[in-house]
């Protein structure tokens, strides 16, 4: 993690991406995301916010271009590795939380260990998955389905579920989108204070202008741009 | 791969109505041809079994079918009887012992079956409670017959009247319980039996009544030489008791009174070979082999159960297709899941695995439980069946 402080996490140049049966159309000619950095993208609906996530983290693949995510050109490697890479390397959280019903707390925080082999569930895992529900304030609710949550609590596991791998990026999709004013704010600050503790680097979608100013790096995806907060 | 299955297993667990459904449907579907063939062997062998061990019967000239069906299960077919005269005359040969059958009457609603005694030891049957048939009135139940009764030695039991509303017919006769016979698991479980006297009183053909010689004026209609006419005042007796017994008589020739059928038991094979050649052009007799018309009839039921069989494939594919449906329609509600599984980075495959691990357990365990009810009917299921098959008759 060290070897990414002060380097780019996160390096598009020069890409172009359609999508195969639409007309949307994303242009990049330069982004870069310092290692360790809080940064957000905005832009209005359908400027590409949540395509410009699936770039990084190579869930698409660029028509042209350049695409590199923690070192590793993402768009030269196949799909299998892609996948691997994405799981082992990226942490994620959906605006929709997206926890399964069927598994408890616990287990759906434990969920991307039971989904790829070059992840494996032990002991420590298992104890650092306990150690982050207790950060996260949800000790006591590792037996409870997610029906059984609040949104906010819901948040948290999602939150929990993105870090257990102890990825070295983060891209959340509208986190907090689902979440009222003090859940919302509950929920960043534990976002932030997890990714500062383990110098994670955060990409987050937000439409939330009010806190831009709690990120180092806005990425403006409708000025194809970035600036300096 | 255990984490597929653990996810698999959690998924189903979470879901357990539908997955028990399906399992059951599936179940039903493995389970089915077994439970059939089990009952189709079983009614068989409860068949067979029976006929094999009949060598021959001798009845009235008609469906041979019927006279078997009625002489050896007890299904009453209304067969036309033959004569006391028959049993004798098939003692007379001297080649067979003959054991004569009379059904026709029952008794709350168990076939009251009239022979003799030689039938018990033939039949290999034993007496669980009580003794054997000694005189007339006496009754031995069948085990299926007691239990369901509720009856043992020292109880009575009334026959059933032949028609009810038949004011000139015959009263029904009180029968002594004696004896219970051991379970055989075969129709005469479900038998009354009495010695053939007795059935031939349950039908009015013998009866017993008070002393008319000793009768008063008020009884008696006429006198004339030694013949006495009494009128409805004379007391008609319904029971057989040790006081009453000797006034029970039968009025005409005896070798006339009805008999439905006589099991006939060649000494030997070259008995039974003489037997057959006499009774081959009789007019109005046939002596015939009952496990030669059951081997026909189970050749129908073997037609029938190919028929059967096509339906239950039918069925089961049916239920193959709904299992293939569910699954694809819950694959298409968990759309958004295997859209997540992808982004977090869950290679095909391994989705696929997850599936298949669910696919596989249930289908584990519908094997599972359909062998269970296999096994369990290949112990229990004859006995279930001949109990149901008694029990249906």
Known sequence: MLGYIGRAVISLVDVQFDYPHGGFSLDVAQLTVPSG????????????????????????????????????????????????????????????????????????????????????????????????????????????????????????????????????????????????????????????????????????????????????????????????? | MRDSIYLAWRYLRHHRAKTLLLVLSL???????????????????????????TPLLLGKKGSSLDLVVEALYFHLKDVEPISGADVDAMQATGLALGIPIRTGLSARNFPLVGTSLDYFPFRGLRIAAGRELAIMGECVLGAEAAETLGLGPGDALLTSPSTLFDLAGVYPLKLHVIGVLERSYGPDDEAVFVDLKTAWVGEGLGHGHQDVARAGPDVVLKRQGGTVTANAKLVQYNEVTESNLDSFHFHGDRSTYPVTAVIVVPHDEKAGVLLRGRFIDAPTRQLLRPAQVVDSLNKQIFRFERVLQIVVWTVGLATALMFVLVMVLSWRLRAEELRTMTRLGCSRWKAAQIMGAEIAIMVGASIALAAILGIVMAQYGETWIQNLILRGS
């Open chain 1, 37 to 229: 950095t809080r940064a957000a993208a905005i832009g209005p609906s359908g400027s590409g916010k949540t395509t410009l996530l699936n770039l990084i983290s190579g869930i698409e693949r660029p028509g042209s271009g350049e695409v590199t995510t923690t070192g590793v050109r993402v768009d030269r490697l196949s799909s299998a590795a892609r996948r691997s890479f994405r799981i082992t390397t990226i942490g994620f959280v959906f605006q929709e939380f997206l926890l399964l019903e069927y598994l408890d707390a616990l287990d759906n925080i434990l969920y991307p260990y039971r989904l790829h082999p070059e992840l494996h569930l032990d002991a420590s895992v298992r104890s650092r998955a306990q150690r982050l529900a207790s950060d996260l304030g949800l000790a006591k609710l590792l037996d409870r389905h997610p029906s059984e949550l609040s949104q906010g609590e819901r948040q948290r596991v999602a939150i929990a579920r993105a870090l257990v791998t102890a990825p070295k990026l983060i891209l959340a999709d509208e986190p907090t989108g689902n979440l009222d004013p003090a859940t919302k704010k509950q929920a960043l600050d534990l976002l932030f204070e997890q990714c500062d503790a383990r110098s994670t680097t955060l990409l987050m979608v937000t439409h939330d202008h009010g806190l831009l100013e709690q990120f180092a790096q806005v990425v403006d995806l409708e000025a194809l741009g970035t600036a300096e907060v």
């Open chain 2, 27 to 53: 179940s039903l579907f493995l389970g089915l041809p077994l439970v059939m063939r089990a009952m189709s062997h079983a009614t068989q062998q409860s068949l067979v079994s029976r006929a094999e061990s």
